[in-house]
């Protein structure tokens, strides 16, 4: 693949603002500055793109959010167990989970703790060490295509935030369907391009998906269409896409060769009761449903508000503008009373 082409091989891209060309082959947003697959690595955490300081100076200074040590507390209720909600509904615990640039590594501290059998990878020396140390977790050093691992040993590969950094994602995913096992699936978070907007109604309309366009961390951003693509491509016919906790400019779905079968709230709350460990999961997800239930309303009841003081402000506007025509037509009617009167009437009251 030559660089600066899509991952489907087409390198013949239309204009998308000053960075991106849009694929219109299968309706992908491709950098047009990119990093390698040896710029990825790391060899030298202090140095190296995706090195120690990308996870705290990088994070806080460039980006404006976190740094790990506040990332490895948050993502636990912010993300994680809306995460592991919809992993229940699609694979319950036993099974073999990894998860592919697992940051920190509480999402993979979280499937533990749900009775999974789980791991991560992560392209950081220093961040698999904290990783390990933070949350007593199984991490590796990858990319995974490096990792010496059986092939069909996977129920589930996790990629959060991840599959748009990936230099050859075609190639990322093949392996990783060589991993699961026939019916495993992947379950994946990632921006979505929607490819009918235009980048000058992105700028005019100060989308939040702006935010998305980083040339060198984001390689490829999705649209439904060629995610859809890549993965059939890959004899991953069965995509299910879920609610993203950032829906104004992510998507999230589970995909698999296999069909994809719900499970019921019943056989969830079977499989977490079973265990210790699961009984303490199952009651951080009803308290996260609560809180989640409790957005619903508040964000429900905002809109109320919004609503009502547009319509407070067009009723004030309607009188306001009535209040003017009746003191209009006040004065015109005061106005022909007044030329009614006889001619020495009008100047008797105008001499007073």
Known sequence: MTQ???????????????AYGECRVCGTLVSLKGLSNDQLRVINDERDFYGKEYWLKHQETDLGFPDIYIRARKDLTERNLHWLSVLLKYRLPPANTMELGCAHG??????????????????????????KDAFGI?????????????????????????????????????????LLKPDGLVLIQTPRYREETSYTTLV?????????????????LFSNRSITYLFRSLGAEHICFE???????????????????????????????????????????DLFRKWEES???RAAR???????????????????????QIVELTRVVEDKRWWRLPARWRKRIRNG
């Not at 501290?109 to 020396?125: D, F, N, R, T």
């Open 4 to 18: 600066n082409s899509c991952w489907c091989g087409n390198n013949n891209f239309v204009p998308f603002g000053p």
């Open 106 to 131: 509480s999402f993979v501290a979280l499937m533990k703790q749900a009775g999974y059998h789980a791991s991560g990878i992560e392209m950081s020396p220093w961040v698999v060490a904290f990783g």
């Open 138 to 178: 199984d991490l590796n050093v990858g990319p995974v295509e490096s990792l010496k691992l059986d092939g069909q040993s996977l129920d589930v590969i996790v990629l959060m935030d991840v599959l748009e950094h990936l230099p050859d994602p075609d190639s990322t995913m093949r392996r990783c369907f060589e």
């Open 204 to 220: 005019e309309s100060i989308d939040p998906f702006l935010q998305m366009l980083k040339t060198d961390e984001h390689l490829y």
């Open 243 to 285: 609610p993203a906790i950032f829906a104004q400019y992510d998507m999230f779905f589970a995909v698999s060769r296999a069909s994809l079968q719900a499970n019921t709230p019943d056989e969830i709350e079977s499989a977490l009761l079973s265990t210790p460990n699961g009984r303490i999961t199952l009651a951080l997800l």
């Open 295 to 297: 957005e619903a309303d």
């Open 302 to 324: 905002l809109e109320q508000i919004v609503e009502l003081t547009k319509l407070l402000k067009e009723s004030e506007a309607d009188r306001a503008a009535r209040l003017e």
